[in-house]
């Protein structure tokens, strides 16, 4: 099995900070492009910022200066560093990552079950 368990979220003041960490565990052979989702109330889930093996990112239009990605590939970790929030950062968000469990076998995509992010005005 594989779990993708996140963390950091919280509520916090326009202008504040927060960093997300999300990693995977479990039956892990190998993670190719990494990402970062989120949902905001009555809102489809959108995504955020992505980052591949190699740290290549790309970000929404929306977050672009605001947040930085990255990632940790010997502990199977991606980060989500979020400075100057704004009250409609506020949503769930979700870690992505493409993985392969064993050397055979093929990449399947995992997600982590969310953590919230509050920003209050």
């Known amino acids: 099995q594989v779990q993708l368990v996140e963390s950091g979220g919280g509520l916090v003041q326009s202008g504040g900070s927060l960093r997300l960490s999300c990693a995977a565990s479990?039956?892990?052979?190998?993670?190719?492009?990494m990402g970062w989702y989120r949902q905001g109330p009555g809102k489809q889930r959108e995504l955020v910022a992505t980052i591949t093996k190699g740290d290549s990112t790309n970000y929404a239009d929306s977050v672009k200066g605001r947040f930085t990605i990255s990632r940790d590939n010997a502990k199977n970790t991606v980060f989500l560093q979020m400075n100057s929030l704004k009250p409609e950062d506020t949503a769930v968000y979700c870690c992505?990552?493409?993985?392969?469990?064993?050397?055979?076998?093929?990449?399947?995509?995992?997600w982590g079950q969310g953590t919230q992010v509050a920003v209050s005005s």
């Open positions: 479990g039956s892990v052979f190998s993670i190719d492009t």
């Open positions: 992505n990552a493409n993985i392969k469990r064993f050397r055979g076998g093929a990449f399947r995509e995992y």
